[in-house]
């Protein structure tokens, strides 16, 4: 029996992968235990429609954690640190 060897970059399979593969290997890593949904926020009651809408948005986001590109991920970052 011969083998062959397959190099593969991982980053180039997941760049070409659609929403609907990455939301289903999200799912998958969930189910094997890789992240977890938050149970709960900290997030203080708003105080006006938008910064509740706003607070609203960023939850949702969240959950959008492994369907973001880096660059985009590395944005929020820059934006926690700019604020936090």
């Known amino acids: 029996m011969s083998w062959i060897s397959v190099d593969i970059d991982l980053n180039d399979v997941y760049e070409a992968m659609g929403s609907h593969e990455k939301n289903r290997m999200a799912e998958w890593l969930k189910d094997?235990?890789?992240?977890e949904e938050p149970e709960g926020c900290d997030i203080p009651p708003s105080k006006s429609q938008l910064e509740s809408?706003?607070?609203?948005?960023?939850?949702g986001l969240s959950s959008k954690f492994y369907s973001m590109s880096n660059e985009e991920i590395e944005l929020i970052e820059?934006?926690?640190?700019?604020?936090?």
């Open 32 to 35: 094997d235990g890789y992240f």
């Open 53 to 59: 809408q706003f607070h609203d948005e960023l939850i």
């Open 78 to 84: 820059n934006l926690y640190k700019k604020y936090c």
